[in-house]
């Protein structure tokens, strides 16, 4: 089951931990992954992408074309 930006964030206040330093610690810049959680990246491709399955908010693709 994928998470909301919601959930994530509950997760991050659960475990004590930032925004900034879950970025800094998978290496992801602040202002992207901000975006993804503001909804502004949609995650269809790239780095968006990339940090919304980090993140949970989507599955991991089975295969790559």
Not at 5 to 22: E, F, L, P, S, Y
Not at 23 to 34: D, E, H, L, P, T
Not at 36 to 47: A, D, E, N, S, T
């Amino acid at each position: 089951m994928t998470k909301s930006a919601n959930q994530v964030k509950a997760d991050w206040r659960a475990r004590g931990i930032t925004m900034a330093g879950w970025a800094r610690q998978n290496g992801y810049s602040v202002s992207a992954v901000n975006a993804v959680l503001r909804g502004q990246h949609k995650g269809y491709r790239g780095k968006s992408h990339e940090i919304m399955v980090a993140l949970g908010m989507k599955k991991k693709p089975k295969c790559r074309f």
